[in-house]
């Protein structure tokens, strides 16, 4: 069995997965590509058993501050919204709440973006994520005590195949401005390969159109973290000659890792988490 210590070794792999996007979004001249899949395997899965093994114990749990530190990525490897925030996050995710944090991100990417200056050799790209950040599941998760209640992968794909996911207005939003300024779209989603026709079915329907690609997980990919899973991918990407000026995620597991990007745009979600 592996080590479940933090010794000195995984202390170094720990500060490497924590900057290493950092790292590369203040790279000059790209693309520089790495193959740091080894780097992330094993000692990151001995990583996560040791948080696992230490969840969060807070007897007067504040819930806006348990947002806050699930939103900075301090709180992790979190199974179910605890059961005295259920209230606290339908309210965030039924309001208002939801809708201006979602606009904050996306005024934000849309002036990074304007700020840029496209090669205009079709190269440069965004990366979205699909789920919680394209499309909104929040019909599904409502029925599920607001991410509260345990739902198992059964459910969620009979939810993706009904494909009536509505889109998160401040992201279509964000996507449209992307497509008129140039951008190659690249949609990297951890749903299934054989969930395809149905993601196409629904992104469609609920606006989305001309993307470059829209990246599944495969039969390799099935057991993969999403970490590792998208970083793998967005790492084929730039293989590919392509330059990835930004990326948009709901999930830590979107945003980091290696080749994630210039700069990465992390969405509000409250409801779960995704490693
Ligand atoms: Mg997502």
Redesign the pocket.
Known sequence: MASLSLNHHNLLLLLFLLFSCDLHSTTANRPQVFDHSDWISEESTALDKWELKQPPQDPQLNCESWRFGVETNTVRFWSVVPQECVEYVKDYMDGSQYLLDSNVVANVSIAYANSLNLSGDGKDVWVF?????LLSNLPLYAAYNYGGADMDDGAFIKWADLAEAPALPASQRLYAHLLQLGFKIFLLTGRYDYERNATEKNLVQAGYHSWEALLLRGPDDYETTAVVYKSGRRLKIEKDGFRIRGNS???WS?LSGYSCGDRTFKLPNPMYFIA
């Open positions: 994520d699909v789920d919680e950040t995620g709901d999930q979107d």
